[in-house]
């Protein structure tokens, strides 16, 4: 399978913890992007990496909310001191890159999480 | 500010019939608009996508409408079947800019009656 994956699929944590999630996108694709969708919403952007630089962060992305791309491969999200108000769904999104075509961005089955 | 704005919030089509979404966009530097299909507790699939140097993209059942002067476009799907029941998220950005970040609309949830 060469698609987008996130892992874990489901995290249940209390409230004042940390959490991490993976992304790994499209081998080929150079740009990844990381969403957050809340029920009966879209997906709103949080941030992303051309390879492993971070361009842009939404405001969205307080300052408990950290992602790195080390190697321009996969990336990680973490949120420090975890709120109730994190619970969501966060999505990774992968595409080729500015001026590239196809210029599509693809997403991961995403990361449920649940915050108590 | 929604920069992207969606309608109906829900719909529902008989088996067979056409299911038309609208959405509506302000920023004039968006030159990139796809539409993605949602099941519960997936991620959002890329289903069609088109630039504005083109009114219509057709793909199968599936076609994008494009109204560049009034800002709007709109997906229709033809003969819909009960399979297309999900929620469709149209979506805008700057093809190829420096940012190219979708703006999603809130989504409509689509229920095809068999």
Request: with cysteine; aromatic share 12%; glycine share 10%.
């Amino acid at each position: 399978d060469t698609g987008v994956s996130q892992d874990p699929r489901h995290k249940i944590t209390k409230r004042g913890q940390n959490v991490t999630f993976r992304c790994d996108p499209i081998s080929e694709h150079n740009r990844l992007y990381w969403y957050r969708q809340t029920l009966g919403q879209g997906p709103e952007f949080l941030t992303y990496f051309q390879n492993e630089a971070q361009l842009e962060k939404s405001r969205l992305l307080s300052d408990r909310f950290s992602a790195e791309r080390p190697k321009g491969s996969f990336s990680t999200l973490e949120i420090q001191r975890t709120e109730q108000g994190d619970s969501a769904m966060y999505l990774c999104a992968s595409s080729l890159g500015p001026g590239m075509i196809p210029y599509e961005q693809y997403f991961g089955p995403g990361t449920r999480l649940t915050v108590t | 500010q929604q920069q992207v704005k969606q309608s109906p919030q829900s719909l529902i089509v008989q088996k067979g019939g056409i299911s038309i979404i609208n959405c509506a966009y302000e920023n004039t530097a968006f030159d990139y608009f796809p539409w993605y299909q949602q099941f519960p507790g997936k991620g959002p699939a890329l289903l069609i996508a088109i630039r504005p140097d083109v009114s219509e993209k057709k793909e199968g059942r599936f076609t994008i409408s494009f109204n560049k002067s009034a800002k709007q476009f709109s997906l229709h799907i033809m003969d819909s079947q009960p399979g297309d029941s999900a929620t469709y998220f149209c979506a805008a950005s700057t093809y190829g800019g420096s940012q190219g970040n979708l703006i999603f609309g809130k989504g409509t949830k689509l229920s095809v009656k068999p």
